[in-house]
């Protein structure tokens, strides 16, 4: 004797709502993925860290690159960075610290070319 299973129907196209967990998720995902992701440093900004002996520890590099990852999703492309020592200039597009110097000689600089500001 043949037996028949039915199984239940699932729709092949997910509902509206299914869709938009799914991309909630998918998004979420792609930014703890980036979080992930180190910042890069650039030469210029590696010789002006070693020059002006700017020490920027770990915690602070992840706190840096978290932030930078939160300014790209609101549409930052470039930002000024600001921590207890130094200043960075940071690009969210493709998160690469460009420039670094002192904060208190920050102080006497003009900044152009930004679109966000980080003060950590």
């Not at 039915?6 to 909630?24: G, R």
């Not at 930078?68 to 492309?77: D, L, P, T, W, Y």
């Not at 960075?81 to 102080?107: G, K, Y």
Request: aromatic share 4%; charged share 20%; hydrophobic share 40%.
């Amino acid at each position: 004797m043949n037996r028949i299973q039915f199984f239940p129907h699932t729709p092949l196209i997910p509902s509206q709502k299914q869709a938009a967990v799914s991309t909630e998720r998918q998004s979420f995902r792609d930014a703890l993925a980036e979080a992930g992701k180190a910042l890069k440093i650039s030469k210029h900004a590696q010789q002006r860290l070693q020059e002006r002996n700017i020490h920027i520890n770990e915690e602070q590099w992840a706190m840096i690159g978290q932030k930078i990852v939160e300014a790209k999703q609101k549409g930052v492309r470039d930002s000024l960075v600001i921590t207890d020592e130094a200043a960075l200039i940071v690009s969210a597009v493709n998160q690469t610290v460009i420039t670094a110097m002192h904060r208190e000689e920050a102080q006497s600089q003009l900044f152009t070319n930004i679109n966000g500001a980080i003060i950590i």
